[in-house]
């Protein structure tokens, strides 16, 4: 059996952080840019016949020649990855998701930025925003005591139509800038409660 490591650290290429995947104790990805926390744990890791990313291109553009893995679970003990450059992991599935969710309740490595994009992302994740358009990231990063939401859906056409949503606030406070974020989902009338 392969053993799963996930390290998150920063990246300086791409400006944010990555997930490291390390199997048997060696980085499989070394030439590679891990994704960014926030969109690898968005995959369904334990998924059966499910595709996730799991490096990026160095350019650090999803969709950018990624690199993907197949989910397969033979049995109920046993997790497989078929990497797409042909290579196959097989893991413990109680020792991999026991690794997934470590990793998750982890934060230690949040900045001060990424934890209070968390705790906004946490009050929008389970909210629809002018009807059908889904959360796609929170970032303090762009502009300073900016907060700035993405939402997005996919259109008849096949493109995607992206909103912005940009919020004061004083750069200081996470519970300021999540307060303000919860006034206007539940004041705006532009917000709704996904079931």
């Known amino acids: 059996m392969n053993k799963l490591q996930l390290h998150i650290e920063p990246s300086f290429e791409s400006h944010d ?17 891990g ?13 059966p016949n499910n595709t996730i990313i799991v490096a990026r291109c160095e350019c650090g553009v999803i969709g950018c020649f990624d690199t993907t893995s197949t989910i397969e679970s033979p049995n109920t003990t046993t997790i497989k990855w078929k990497v797409s450059n042909s290579k196959e992991y097989v893991f413990l599935t109680k020792d991999y998701i026991q690794t997934i969710e470590e990793t998750i309740n982890d934060k230690t490595w949040e900045t001060f930025e990424r934890r209070t994009e968390r705790l906004i992302g946490s009050q929008l994740i389970q909210y629809s925003y002018l009807n059908d358009y889904k959360l796609d990231w929170v970032s303090l990063r762009e502009k300073n005591n900016q907060i700035k939401i993405s939402y997005s859906k996919q259109n008849p056409k096949g493109y995607t139509d992206q909103e912005f949503i940009k919020i004061k606030w004083d750069g200081i ?23």
């Open 35 to 47: 994704l960014d926390p926030s969109d690898f744990f968005k995959q369904e890791l334990d998924k």
């Open 173 to 195: 406070d996470p519970e300021i800038a999540v307060q303000k974020v919860i006034k206007l989902r539940d004041e705006s009338g532009k917000f709704e409660k996904i079931y």
């Open 17 to 33: 952080y990555q997930v490291r995947i390390i199997i048997d104790e060696i980085d499989v990805f070394p030439e590679l840019l």
